[in-house]
């Protein structure tokens, strides 16, 4: 074989070998392609599973990506590429200023955020999500914002629901006397209380049973809330006992006013199945402005004692208790 002929034969090798390698390399980018778009479709159908997505901004234009994920959350169809102003328009108004607040300080500071908000999505749907962003930069320019948007509605459903049930009565649906206590504590000079005890209760409970006494409860706590609709805070803090703070009532005239009231609506009679149960109230006044911080408690009580003690079915003020000390502690409860 002469030397072309031996040239011609390696280079013939050469290519087929160039050839192979390049089939190799190309097989390789298609299964790594495939594998890559397996990953992605996986992660999308995860993410989507769990109400979760990827976003990003340019700072820039203002422009979004959104995956499906995201586009699913806001009820926007999958793909699309939406505007801003758009997207911004699903927030509540009060939402919308606290995320462009959080945003600003966010680029600004060229740092991030994590913010739970509230939304409704295009169609209508409301929900919760919480939002994570990362500021990127070029030098100390943002360029853009990228995170996750996920919905947390079922986390917020429960936790307010948990929290409820740390402050609300499961009877009555009033606050219970943990949220009264937490109230008390932090009621101004200028605030006044009312302790109200039920009249006749204990009489329906032994004649008719608990279930009666229960549809009374329930009842009262009714007419408490319509008696006292403008109030502060209106609580069940006992068996039949109950608490209404008003914050601005420095000299108690509108805490009689509505201590009276209060007794005329719980006059009425209540019809229970087929009976007509009577029950009543006395009620205890006292203003903060008369006594120690401390101090309130104690002096509605003697109120509702005086109440009570005077033929019930009727409402006291308290005498200013200038005796007491103005640095005593709450003691709530008899």
Same mark, same amino acid.
């Given at each position: 074989?002469?030397?072309?002929?031996?040239?011609?034969?390696?280079?013939?090798?050469?290519?087929?070998?160039?050839?192979?390698?390049?089939?190799?390399?190309?097989?390789?980018?298609?299964?790594?392609?495939?594998?890559?778009? $397996?990953?992605?479709?996986?992660?999308?159908?995860?993410?989507?599973?769990?109400?979760?997505?990827? $976003? #990003?901004?340019?700072?820039?234009?203002?422009?979004?990506? $959104?995956?499906?994920?995201?586009?699913?959350?806001?009820?926007?169809?999958?793909?699309?590429?939406?505007?801003?102003?758009?997207?911004?328009?699903?927030?509540?108004?009060?939402?919308?200023?606290?995320?462009?607040?959080?945003?600003?300080?966010?680029?600004?500071?060229?740092?991030?955020?994590?913010?739970?908000?509230?939304?409704?999505?295009?169609?209508?749907?409301?929900? $919760?999500?919480?939002?994570?962003?990362?500021? #990127?930069?070029?030098?100390?320019?943002?360029?853009?914002?990228?995170?996750?948007?996920?919905?947390?509605?079922? #986390?917020?459903?429960?936790?307010?629901?948990?929290?409820?049930?740390?402050?609300?009565?499961?009877?009555?649906?009033?606050?219970?006397?943990?949220?009264?206590?937490?109230?008390?504590?932090?009621?101004?000079?200028?605030?006044?209380?009312?302790?109200?005890?039920?009249?006749?209760?204990?009489?329906?409970?032994?004649?008719?049973?608990?279930?009666?006494?229960?549809?009374?409860?329930?009842?009262?706590?009714?007419?408490?809330?319509?008696?006292?609709?403008?109030?502060?805070?209106?609580?069940?803090?006992?068996?039949?006992?109950?608490?209404?703070?008003?914050?601005?009532?420095?000299?108690?005239?509108?805490?009689?006013?509505?201590?009276?009231?209060?007794?005329?609506?719980?006059?009425?009679?209540?019809?229970?199945?087929?009976?007509?149960?009577?029950?009543?109230?006395?009620?205890?006044?006292?203003?903060?402005?008369?006594?120690?911080?401390?101090?309130?408690?104690?002096?509605?009580?003697?109120?509702?004692?005086?109440?009570?003690?005077?033929?019930?079915?009727?409402?006291?003020?308290?005498?200013?208790?200038?005796?007491?000390?103005?640095?005593?502690?709450?003691?709530?409860?008899?």
């Amino acid at each position: 074989m002469d030397a072309a002929a031996a040239q011609r034969t390696a280079d013939a090798a050469t290519i087929h070998a160039l050839r192979a390698e390049l089939a190799l390399r190309n097989d390789l980018i298609r299964s790594q392609a495939a594998a890559l778009a $397996w990953d992605r479709a996986i992660f999308e159908q995860a993410s989507t599973a769990a109400r979760i997505g990827l $976003w #990003e901004c340019d700072l820039a234009s203002e422009s979004l990506r $959104w995956s499906d994920g995201v586009c699913d959350l806001f009820e926007f169809p999958r793909g699309t590429r939406p505007d801003r102003s758009e997207t911004l328009n699903c927030y509540p108004e009060e939402a919308r200023r606290r995320l462009v607040a959080v945003r600003t300080e966010a680029i600004a500071k060229r740092s991030g955020f994590t913010l739970d908000t509230e939304i409704v999505g295009r169609l209508g749907s409301p929900r $919760w999500i919480r939002i994570t962003a990362t500021v #990127e930069c070029r030098g100390e320019v943002p360029m853009r914002l990228f995170g996750l948007k996920q919905d947390i509605t079922f #986390e917020k459903l429960q936790s307010d629901r948990a929290r409820h049930r740390a402050e609300f009565d499961y009877l009555t649906g009033l606050a219970n006397r943990a949220l009264f206590e937490s109230r008390l504590a932090a009621i101004p000079q200028a605030g006044t209380l009312l302790l109200v005890d039920l009249d006749g209760f204990k009489q329906v409970n032994d004649t008719h049973g608990h279930a009666a006494g229960d549809a009374c409860l329930r009842e009262a706590a009714r007419r408490l809330g319509e008696a006292c609709h403008d109030a502060d805070l209106v609580a069940r803090i006992g068996g039949d006992e109950f608490a209404v703070l008003l914050a601005t009532d420095p000299d108690g005239s509108l805490g009689t006013a509505l201590g009276h009231r209060i007794v005329e609506a719980m006059r009425a009679p209540f019809v229970y199945g087929t009976a007509s149960l009577s029950f009543g109230a006395s009620v205890g006044v006292a203003c903060a402005s008369h006594c120690a911080p401390g101090d309130l408690f104690h002096l509605a009580d003697n109120a509702l004692y005086a109440a009570k003690a005077a033929g019930r079915g009727t409402a006291k003020m308290a005498a200013p208790d200038l005796s007491r000390s103005r640095h005593g502690e709450n003691s709530v409860g008899r």
